[in-house]
């Protein structure tokens, strides 16, 4: 089947505007996680997804930064009044249970000016 | 610290040439090891895991990794590398309930012809 969708593949915007990133998951995956990826900090966890427990959101570098994932399956990544350090690549993965295999999407690249 | 070491920022071969790239982890358990593989501009893609069992494991496009208890290591191996092999090579794991992955800062492969 399809694979880890995300959206948009790449945004600008500007310093102080907020963004919304969408994942769609593998169908059938319980599990879902945000990543992000920059120059500066490598791949860092963001939130983590499991059924219907609470999100795991140890990873959220401060209060503009949320998540919500709908149903079960799609998730949107929120990041509010944006800085030009939350310029990176946004990954998304999925995956069954706790500790299994995580497969990515190709990232949302996010530019703040 | 806990952490995921990958000391090579960057490597070259030449193709048909042989590759192992490093990995070491320090954690008190065995953690679940994972390697991917990221192409310029791509997402992660799985290249094998290892949870228990056989030490060697075997993974796509030719890769192989083996564990080292002893060494707290899972290095990755290949015999004979090919061009296509060029990209950038994470050592990730997931420790004990904790789902999030954890990677290594990135060995960046390149090959020569």
């Known amino acids: 089947g399809a694979g880890v969708s995300q959206s948009p593949s790449n945004k600008v915007t500007e310093k102080g505007k907020d963004v919304e990133l969408r994942c769609d998951p593998i169908s059938g995956h319980t599990a879902l996680y945000w990543y992000r990826q920059s120059l500066g900090q490598g791949l860092e966890f963001l939130i983590y997804?499991?059924?219907?427990?609470?999100?795991?959101k140890s990873g959220l570098p401060s209060d503009r930064f949320s998540a919500e994932r709908t149903g079960g399956s799609v998730s949107t990544l929120t990041i509010q009044r944006t800085q030009q350090e939350d310029s990176a690549v946004y990954l998304c993965?999925?995956?069954?249970?706790?500790?299994?295999?995580?497969?990515f999407g190709p990232g949302t690249r996010l530019l703040v000016l | 610290a806990q952490s995921v070491t990958q000391p090579d920022i960057h490597i070259t071969v030449s193709e048909g040439a042989s590759l192992e790239l490093r990995c070491n982890y320090s954690y008190g358990a065995t953690p679940y090891l994972f390697w991917y593989v990221q192409s310029p501009g791509q997402g992660l893609q799985l290249l094998l895991k290892?949870?228990?069992?056989?030490?060697l494991v075997q993974g796509i496009k030719g890769f192989e990794a083996e564990f080292k208890r002893s060494q707290s290591s899972f290095n990755l191996r290949k015999p004979s590398v090919h061009w296509s092999d060029a990209a950038e090579y994470f050592c990730?794991?997931?420790?004990?309930?904790?789902?999030?992955?954890?990677f290594g800062t990135g060995t960046r492969l390149q090959v020569t012809l």
């Open positions: 993965a999925s995956g069954g249970a706790a500790g299994e295999t995580q497969y």
């Open positions: 290892y949870f228990s069992g056989d030490t």
């Open positions: 990730a794991v997931v420790i004990g309930t904790a789902s999030k992955l954890t």
């Open positions: 997804f499991q059924g219907n427990s609470a999100p795991d």
